[in-house]
């Protein structure tokens, strides 16, 4: 099977997905009556009713669809990233503390890191891997702490109040970004780190969504199932990637 008809075939089964998406959802809008497919929705029901919240809810069923998300995007598309975890804990971070705050944070780290790194080869401290990671870390740390003392002086963005969580997601964050580099070059740790902030947004954009929001809890078993299935779709992908169709065109064309 050529890659076209690859690509073709897993179209038509992701709009298959997406029209059974919709036929189920207005088939099963009125629908109360208890039934073994919505044991999730009672579930979910009690739940909310025992005092659990429903954003934690919502959340924790969208981020399935929030991994085959940055799947999709990796697998197919072609972007790189670091990995599906980070990309995944990073809409979380932004849906915390919000993305303008988040960037600038992340920002704050990769330059701590950068600085930290850049003057001990300066200063020719021979440090092994590990030792000086954790000492960038230590900077990380004590450079945040200063922020957070600064923040009522400054009195323009409030990051006094921001939890631990997103905190330790964006020093992951900058730890593989420092990786890279230390690995490869400086140019590709912040065009791997771009693609990993931009799946990020890209997938707090997902979480946000209000129709999807409200469709999770409405209809749980059906989002659940229905993202197993697409994840199923986007692994028998085995075709080229869309940007390495854009990257190698010349040479397919003279084929």
């Excluded at 009125?30 to 579930?43: E, K, L, M, R």
């Excluded at 850049?118 to 030792?131: E, T």
């Excluded at 993202?227 to 169709?245: C, M, T, W």
Aim: aromatic share 12%.
């Amino acid at each position: 099977m050529t890659t076209l008809r690859k690509v073709t075939l897993l179209t038509f089964f992701l709009a298959t997905f997406v029209l059974t998406f919709f036929i189920a959802n207005r088939f099963l809008a009125g629908t109360s009556a208890f039934w073994p497919g919505n044991v999730i929705s009672y579930a979910i029901s009690y739940a909310i009713a025992s005092g659990v919240s429903s954003d934690t809810i919502t959340l924790l069923l969208l981020l399935p669809l929030v991994a085959s998300l940055i799947a999709a995007i990796r697998h197919i598309v072609g972007i790189r990233g670091f990995g599906i975890l980070l990309p995944a804990a990073l809409s979380v971070v932004f849906l915390s503390i919000g993305p303008l705050i988040g960037i600038i944070l992340f920002l704050i780290i990769v330059f701590v890191s950068t600085f930290t790194r850049v003057f001990l080869r300066d200063a020719k401290v021979r440090l092994q891997y590990l030792p000086r990671m954790a000492f960038i870390l230590w900077a990380i740390a004590v450079c945040l702490l200063g922020l957070v003392f600064l923040t009522p002086v400054i009195g323009r963005i409030d990051i006094a109040n921001v939890s631990i969580f997103p905190v330790l997601v964006l020093v992951l964050l900058s730890e593989d970004f420092t990786r890279v580099q230390l690995g490869k070059s400086g140019k590709t740790a912040i065009k791997i780190t771009a693609e990993t902030l931009f799946l990020g947004f890209l997938s707090y954009l997902l979480l946000v969504t209000q129709v999807l929001r409200s469709f999770a809890l409405a209809h749980p078993e059906i989002l659940l199932i229905g993202v197993a299935v697409l994840d199923f779709v986007i692994g028998k992908y085995s075709g080229l990637r869309f940007l390495e169709y854009y990257r190698f065109r010349k040479l397919i064309k003279s084929k």
